[in-house]
């Protein structure tokens, strides 16, 4: 089960950046998208793998877009 969730979250911000750059072009700063808005493309994306649950993807979403936006860490662990 850990497995399946890093592998998730490992596999999805990598795959953020490759979201922001394809919807958005490269005229917007990636600093000035909004969470909700990278939180709202990468839940779509991720529900689409087999075997993911909702809950996992609300937080591997949540940390690739801090990720992305230079506000977290893909090593951060929240308590």
């Known amino acids: ?3 399946k969730s ?3 979250v490992v596999m ?3 795959c953020m950046a490759l979201v922001v750059d394809a919807d ?3 005229e917007i700063d ?3 998208i909004a969470s909700s808005t990278c939180l709202q493309k990468c839940m ?7 075997t993911a649950v909702e809950f ?4 591997a979403c949540d940390l690739g ?10 090593f951060y662990r929240p308590q």
């Open 30 to 32: 990636r600093v000035k």
């Open 1 to 3: 089960m850990v497995y």
């Open 56 to 59: 996992q993807c609300q937080k």
């Open 44 to 50: 779509v994306i991720c529900m689409k793998i087999k």
């Open 65 to 74: 877009c801090k990720q992305l936006q230079g506000k977290g860490s893909i």
């Open 24 to 26: 958005f072009g490269d």
């Open 6 to 8: 890093l592998g998730l």
């Open 12 to 14: 999805l911000v990598l």
